[in-house]
């Protein structure tokens, strides 16, 4: 199938590794032009030559802290004289930390609130004006399957997502005339550093072995395992493409059936 994705323009927010990286490659191998952005340097650099060795395509990667107002402008600055416009913007930054709600005071929820809130929207506000003149854009942002279900221990998450998605679900409707798509998707249990460290977390303080976490987890999944993140990126770049046109204002469970809601 051609998603029909050569040329466009991608930037993907935080994407040196886990489900970041993997979307970026997803629409690198669908001939996009891809722009990555991570704090840390070194692995950033060594995603975007990794991708582009395994695509053969053209990538980019800036370095940039997208939890900042600082961060961002450098990042979309560059992306901008670089290219001139941003057809794809994937919204992701990593999780906040878990524990329960008297373990995090105000300046944790702050923190929380400028990582998975403000960056989604402040990155949008620079890249939505150029979508909505040229009539065609994709926003998707990286949620958690517990906007549709909370998880226990991840209040912040189960919060802060849930605020991502009520303001993306208002913004689909203000932009779809214009040809500007605005999506969520949900990523369940899958195999990256995020889950393996709240696995790892649940496990000392429960007082039980990782293995069992992971067992745990696991019978909880109609598909018995977790999901790859390829499994993911392949979803993210079939809403980025010629074919999604007429899908807008959805959250899209990535997550073997681990959701049991009807809708």
Not at 166 to 182: H, K
């Amino acid at each position: 199938m051609d998603l029909g994705l050569r040329d466009k323009v991608a930037l993907v927010a935080a994407a040196s590794k886990g489900l970041g990286r993997a979307v970026a490659h997803e629409l690198a191998a669908e001939g996009a032009r891809v722009v990555i952005c991570a704090r840390g340097g070194e692995a950033l650099k060594a995603a975007r030559d990794d991708i582009a060795r395994l695509t053969r395509g053209d990538v980019r990667a800036v370095v940039a802290d997208v939890s900042t107002i600082e961060g961002i402008e450098a990042l979309t600055d560059d992306v901008l004289h670089a290219y001139g416009r941003v057809d794809i913007l994937v919204n992701n930054a990593g999780g906040p930390p878990s524990g329960p709600f008297e373990q995090h005071p105000w300046d944790e929820w702050e923190k929380a609130v400028h990582l998975t809130l403000r960056s989604a929207v402040e990155l949008t506000r620079r890249m939505l004006p150029g979508m909505r003149e040229r009539k065609w854009g994709r926003v998707i942002n990286i949620t958690s399957i517990a906007v549709k279900q909370p998880v226990d221990g991840l209040i912040l998450s189960n919060s802060i997502r849930a605020a991502v998605t009520g303001w993306a679900r208002t913004l689909a409707t203000e932009v779809a005339r214009d040809g500007v798509t605005v999506n969520n998707v949900l990523p369940g249990y899958t195999r990256t550093d995020r889950v393996d460290q709240l696995n790892t977390a649940r496990a000392a303080s429960e007082g039980v072995t990782l293995d069992e976490i992971q067992r745990r987890i696991e019978s909880q999944i109609p598909m018995r395992r977790l999901g790859e993140p390829r499994e993911f990126g392949a979803m993210v770049a079939f809403l980025s493409s010629e074919r999604a046109s007429y899908i807008t204002a959805q959250s899209i469970p990535v997550d073997g059936g681990w959701i049991r809601s009807l809708l």
